[in-house]
Structures are given as C-alpha cells and as structure tokens.
C-alpha cells in the first residue's frame, strides 16, 4: 500500500477511532520521552538552564 | 494504565462545564479538531475554543479564573498554560476575533466514544491555521487541501468575509503553485 493510500485509509477511519490513535501516539511519546531517547527540546534546556542560574543564586 | 486518562474523559468533564453554566458553547480546535478530516498526527494537548457566559453586572472583562477553580475541584491540575483534565492538557481559548467567533457558533457535532462533542468545520479550521501562521498550520492547511477535505466555495467565502483572501493569495503562491486543482 502507498503512503497515500494508508493516509487516505486513516483519515476515513471515525473520529473515535482516530482519537484512539492520538492517544497511542502521545502514549509513546511519553514512553520515548522518558527512556532519554528523544533529545531535549530547547525550551526544555532553557528551562533547566534558569533553574540551574536559580540554585547558584 | 492508563485508567481515565482518554480524551473521552477529557471531552466528558468539559460537557459537565457546559451543563452547569461553567462556559458557553465550545469546539474543539487545532491538532485534535483537524482529526475529524485528517489523518492523526501526534499532539500532546486540546485546544478548546470556549465562549464564556456574560460577567455579572455587564462586565466586558472575561475571566478563565471561574473555569480553573471548578476544574481544580474536581482534580484538574494546573501545568504552564493548561489545565490537565483526564489525563490530557487542555489549553482554554475564549475567541480573540469573529473569525473564532463564528468557527465555534458553526463547529460540527460529531461523538468520541458515545460522548458528543463539537469540531470546528474544517474550512474554519483552515482559515485560523492562516491567521495563525506558523509553519505546523502551514503543514496541516496542506493536508486539508492534499486530502481534499475542505469545500473550495465555503473556505473562500471565510477568508473573504474575515479579510484573508490577500493572505491565501500568498499562501498559494508559496505552497500550492503545481498542485492541481
């Protein structure tokens, strides 16, 4: 099957059906988020630089 | 594991709102309300776009403060700009132009596991990916007019009536130049 076809196939799929799909894949990303896979977003390091700046203070 | 933590519980705390007068009509936006016509694609978080009831003694100022405190009664938790109900982050937008205005009076009624809910038209959904111009709503407005899931006439009777035509002329000619028709 084309990636075409396969994305045609899940947009016809219903709502609920798609919803649980949303929900596998945030599942996941919080899976790989928390395995360290995934690097750290720059909003993240920013966050964690000003908490670093802060226990220095 | 994941026990309540599903969009249906998300979707059912947000109708109780409703029911009791907590907010007005709302829809669903954004990565979650593009679903209904696309394919899914990952997001972390709701955008409900919320009409809030009239402030007492005709107050023109609108609060989200009423909306937090009865969610955080019922074990909402606040986290940056979302409130996590059931599990999932939900991000509160009481609309900022007619353009939202109108997109939540005109959302769509559909179900998420026998729990009804309302999804904005995919044609709304398009012209506030415009207005919001980020390169995501770039990508998802691609795949509205790739999946053919948007009606050419209404999408461009909303961008007529809220000013965007000169915007989509851009957009087309940055995006959609060697696409048919």
């Known amino acids: 099957m084309s990636k075409q076809e396969m994305r045609k196939r899940l947009a016809a799929l219903s709502f609920s059906e798609k919803v649980k799909i949303l929900e596998r894949l945030r599942d996941r990303s919080f899976a790989l988020a928390a395995s360290g896979l995934r690097q ?8 964690k630089a000003d908490e670093d700046k802060g226990s220095k203070d | 594991m994941r026990g309540n933590q599903t969009v ?3 979707l059912e705390a947000i109708n ?8 007005g009509k709302y829809a669903i936006g954004g990565a979650v309300g593009a679903t209904l016509y696309l394919e899914p694609a990952a997001t972390l978080d709701v955008d409900i ?4 009831p009239t402030a ?8 989200l403060a009423p909306l937090y405190d009865y969610l955080k009664a019922r074990g909402g938790t606040v986290r940056d700009e979302h409130i996590v109900i059931g599990g999932w982050p939900v991000q509160f937008l009481p609309p900022s132009n007619e353009l939202e205005r109108e997109a939540v009076a005109g959302s769509v009624l559909t179900t998420v596991e026998g729990v009804t809910t309302r999804v904005m038209s995919a044609e709304h959904l398009v012209a ?3 207005c919001t111009g980020r390169s995501k709503d770039h990508i998802r407005i691609l795949q509205f007019i790739e ?14 009536r809220h000013g965007l035509t000169p915007k989509w002329k851009q957009f087309e ?6 696409i048919h028709e």
């Open chain 1, 40 to 47: 750290t977003s720059a909003v993240d390091l920013r966050k």
């Open chain 2, 8 to 10: 249906k519980a998300t």
């Open chain 2, 16 to 23: 109780s709102m409703e029911a009791d007068g907590v907010i």
């Open chain 2, 49 to 52: 776009f919320v009409t809030l």
């Open chain 2, 56 to 63: 007492p003694h005709g107050s023109l100022l609108l609060s």
């Open chain 2, 128 to 130: 506030i990916a415009l």
């Open chain 2, 147 to 160: 999946q053919d899931a948007v009606d050419r006439g209404k999408l461009q009777s909303i961008l007529e």
């Open chain 2, 173 to 178: 000619q940055k995006y959609l130049e060697g």
